[in-house]
C-alpha cells in the first residue's frame, strides 16, 4: 500500500501528461475529432493524400541515420585511434558544436548556407571549385539530410566516443601489433564493441528526426515533404485532427520498429 | 515592460485613484488578434490619439495573436460571456481576421454599428460586405486590406505577364525563374493556388460568395492539371518571406508576395529598390482585417467613436498606409487627400486603386476555400 502511495504522484503525472493524450489522440484518429462512431476514415484519407509523404519520410529519416552512423564512428574512431595530438584535440573541441544549436537555428542556418547563391556556393565559386552557373540550390531533401546529419551525428559521435574510450585498449593493441591497418581496427575490432551504444544513439536519433518540424518546414519548400509539415498543415489550415492523428500514429508505428529493436536489446544486455 | 515603469505606472495609477472620483477614468477595452505588430498599433498610436481625443478615457489592448487561431480566441471569449448570460461584455473593440469575424457575425456575437458612424459611409469595397460568404454589413469596418501581387525584377523581366494565360506561357519560356510558396507554406502561395482556381476552375464569383456545392469540386480535374504542369517549371520558395529571400539574391526574378510585406523589406533595404509589382489578370485575393464591437459591448458609444477614429481618413493615411504598407481599409479616393504624395505614388504606382477594386479578390468562402486546398494536396502534390 505504502508502495503504491509512493508511485501515485509520478504515476498520475504519467496519465494525465503521457497516457491520456497518447489514448485521446489514438481515439481521434480512429473518429471523427474523439467522438462519433469508429471507422478508419481518417487513414485512407491520409494514404490517399499523403503516400508519397509517407515514403519521403522513412527514406529521409533513414537515409539521415546511415550517414549519421557512419561519420559518428569515423569521428570517434579518430578520436579513439587518432595519432596526431593536435588533431584529435581540435576535432575533440569542435565536433560537439552543433548539440547546442536547436534544430530550428540550425535550419535557418542552412537556409541561408545551402541557398542557390548562398554561401556555400558563394565559397564554390570564387574559389573557383565550380562555375556560377553550375550552382544549384540544396534546399530540398538533401538539405533536410544535411541538416539532420550536421545536428544529430554530434550527439550519437558523443556517446560513440564515450564507449570506445571505454573498451579494452589491448584488442587494439593487439591488432596493430599484427600489422592491422586503423581502418581494418577500427571496423573489425572496435565497431563490434560498442554496437550495442551506436545503435541507441542511432535510433534515438531517428526518432528525433521523425518529430522535427521546423526543419523541413523551413528548407524543402517543395513536394514531397515529411510527415510533421503535413500534420500541422491539418490542424493550421482545416482544423482537421483525425487525418493529423492518423499521420500522428503511423509516426508512432515508425518510431515503433525501431523502439522495439531498442527494447530487445536492452533486455539482451540485461539478461547477460 | 522594465521595473521602473511598472513602479512609475502603479504609483501614478495609485496618485490618479486617489485624487480622482472613480468614474472619471472610462476604459475602452480593445482585443486584437494578428501578430504583435496589431497590439503595437494600438499601443503607441491609435490609443494615444484617441485618448488625446476623449480625455478621461483610457485605451487597454490584448493581443490574441496572429491567424484564424488568435481571432478563435476572440470568439470563444465572446461565446462564453455570451452563454454566461452577462449583460455588459468587457470587450469593446474588436480587432479580427476575416474568417472568424464572419463567424462571430453568424453567431450573433456582433453589433450592427457601421450606420452610426461617419466613415461608415466611406467604404464600398465587397469586402465590407462579404466575410468568406457571409453577409456582415454594417458589422465591420475593414481595418486594412492586405493584397498579394507578383513581385518581379524589371531589369530581367521588361514586360512582365499580364494575366495567368501569359504566365504560363513565360514559365514555359523561362523555367525555374517564377517562384511559389505551393500552399503549405504561407498564404501567398496560397492566394496564387486560389487565383489559378478562379481563372480556370469556371465561374470564381460562385467560389468567392457561394452558395455551395459540394459537387463542384469534381469539375475541377483539368485545371489542377495544369497547375501540375505549370509546377514542373517553377521554384518552390519557402515561405512568404521566403519568395522575397529569393528574389533579393536573384534565385528567381517573379513570385508572388504580400504588397505589405513587399513594401516593408523594400524599406528596409532587404530588397533591391528597383522590384516592381504587378497584379495579374482576373486577379488574385487579398483580405481585410476587421473592426467590429461586440453586440453588448460595455462601452458602445466610446467603441463607435474608437473605430470612427480608427477608420477616417487622416489615421488610415497616416497609420494604416504610411506606417505599415497595407492599403487602406476605406476607399482609397478618401485617404489620398491626406497622403503625403510620395507616399502615395509608393503604393499605388505598380498597383492603381482602378486595378485593385478590379483585380484584388476575396478569398472563396470557406467550404470551396477547404476543397481547393485539398484538391491541390491530392492532386497536384501527392
Redesign the interface.
Known amino acids: 500500500m505504502g508502495a503504491i502511495l509512493l508511485v501515485a504522484p509520478a504515476l498520475l503525472m504519467i496519465g494525465f501528461l503521457f497516457v491520456y493524450p497518447f489514448g485521446y489522440s489514438v481515439v481521434s484518429a480512429f473518429t471523427d475529432n474523439g467522438e462519433g462512431s469508429w471507422h478508419i476514415a481518417n487513414f485512407t484519407k491520409a494514404v490517399e493524400f499523403y503516400s508519397k509523404d509517407i515514403l519521403f519520410t522513412i527514406v529521409i529519416v533513414s537515409l539521415s541515420t546511415a550517414i549519421i552512423g557512419i561519420l559518428a564512428v569515423a569521428i570517434a574512431g579518430y578520436l579513439t585511434l587518432g595519432e596526431n595530438k593536435t588533431a584529435v584535440a581540435i576535432l575533440k573541441w569542435l565536433y560537439r558544436w552543433p548539440l547546442f544549436i536547436p534544430f530550428i537555428v540550425s535550419a535557418q542556418l542552412m537556409r541561408t548556407f545551402l541557398a542557390k547563391n548562398g554561401m556555400m556556393n558563394n565559397i564554390l565559386t570564387s574559389s573557383g571549385i565550380i562555375e556560377p552557373l553550375a550552382a544549384q540550390s540544396y534546399l530540398d531533401w538533401r538539405g533536410i539530410v544535411i541538416t539532420f546529419v550536421w545536428k544529430q551525428t554530434p550527439f550519437v559521435a558523443l556517446l560513440v566516443a564515450g564507449a570506445m574510450a571505454s573498451i579494452d585498449r589491448t584488442t587494439i593493441d593487439a591488432g596493430r601489433i599484427f600489422g592491422a591497418s586503423r581502418l581494418r581496427i577500427l571496423i573489425e575490432l572496435v565497431v563490434p564493441q560498442i554496437a550495442t551504444t551506436l545503435m541507441v544513439g542511432l535510433i534515438l536519433s531517428y526518432v528525433v528526426m521523425l518529430s522535427v518540424l521546423s526543419v523541413p518546414l523551413m528548407i524543402n519548400a517543395q513536394s514531397p515533404t515529411m510527415l510533421t509539415v503535413d500534420m500541422a498543415w491539418r490542424i493550421n489550415s482545416y482544423g482537421d485532427y483525425g487525418v493529423a492523428n492518423a499521420l500522428g500514429i503511423m509516426s508512432y508505428l515508425f518510431t515503433g520498429v525501431v523502439a522495439w529493436f531498442y527494447l530487445r536489446q536492452s533486455l539482451k544486455d540485461k539478461g547477460a | 515592460m522594465t521595473l521602473k515603469s511598472v513602479l512609475t505606472g502603479a504609483i501614478s495609477g495609485a496618485v490618479i485613484a486617489v485624487s480622482m472620483p472613480a468614474s472619471a477614468e472610462t476604459q475602452l477595452n480593445v482585443i486584437t488578434g494578428g501578430s504583435q505588430n496589431m497590439v503595437e498599433y494600438v499601443t503607441d498610436y491609435l490609443g494615444p490619439l484617441f485618448e488625446e481625443k476623449y480625455p478621461g478615457v483610457k485605451v487597454r489592448v490584448t493581443g490574441t495573436g496572429p491567424?484564424d487561431?488568435g481571432s478563435q480566441k476572440i470568439l470563444e471569449k465572446l461565446e462564453a460571456q455570451s452563454a454566461a448570460g452577462k449583460e455588459q461584455w468587457d470587450i469593446d473593440v474588436i480587432v479580427a481576421a476575416q474568417k472568424k469575424t464572419g463567424e462571430m457575425k453568424e453567431m450573433g456575437l456582433l453589433a450592427d454599428f457601421r450606420g452610426n458612424i461617419e466613415t461608415g459611409k466611406m467604404v464600398t469595397r465587397e469586402t465590407a460586405e462579404n466575410a468568406l460568404g457571409v453577409y456582415v454589413g454594417g458589422y465591420v469596418m475593414p481595418m486594412f486590406h492586405s493584397q498579394t501581387a507578383i513581385a518581379y525584377n524589371p531589369a530581367l523581366v521588361p514586360n512582365p505577364p499580364e494575366s495567368y494565360d501569359e504566365l504560363r506561357e513565360w514559365v514555359k519560356k523561362y523555367p525555374k525563374q517564377f517562384g511559389y510558396?505551393?500552399i503549405?507554406?504561407g498564404m501567398s502561395g496560397v492566394a496564387f493556388v486560389t487565383g489559378w482556381m478562379y481563372t480556370y476552375a469556371g465561374d470564381a464569383k460562385t467560389l468567392q460568395s457561394g452558395p455551395y456545392d459540394a459537387a463542384k469540386k469534381e469539375t475541377w480535374a483539368q485545371a489542377y492539371a495544369d497547375l501540375k504542369a505549370f509546377n514542373e517549371n517553377v521554384?518552390?520558395?519557402?515561405?512568404n518571406a521566403?519568395t522575397l529571400?529569393?528574389l533579393n539574391?536573384?534565385?528567381i526574378v517573379m513570385g508572388p508576395v504580400w504588397v505589405d510585406m513587399f513594401y516593408s523589406w523594400q524599406g528596409d533595404g532587404r530588397i533591391p529598390p528597383n522590384l516592381k509589382l504587378k497584379l495579374i489578370a482576373p486577379g488574385m485575393p487579398g483580405q481585410p482585417y476587421y473592426y467590429a464591437t461586440p453586440a453588448k459591448a460595455a462601452n458602445k458609444e466610446l467603441a463607435e467613436k474608437f473605430i470612427e477614429l480608427a477608420t477616417s481618413p487622416a489615421v488610415q493615411a497616416e497609420g494604416i498606409v504610411n506606417r505599415f504598407n497595407w492599403y487602406p481599409g476605406i476607399d482609397a479616393d478618401h485617404v489620398k487627400a491626406s497622403l503625403d504624395e510620395k507616399v502615395w505614388s509608393k503604393l499605388f504606382t505598380d498597383v492603381t486603386p482602378l486595378e485593385l477594386a478590379q483585380k484584388g479578390k476575396p478569398f472563396p468562402i470557406g467550404p470551396y476555400f477547404?476543397d481547393i486546398?485539398?484538391g491541390y494536396?491530392?492532386q497536384v502534390?501527392?
Open positions: 491567424g487561431a510558396n505551393g503549405k507554406n521554384t518552390f520558395t519557402p515561405g521566403g529571400d529569393m539574391r536573384g534565385e477547404d486546398k485539398e494536396e491530392k502534390s501527392n
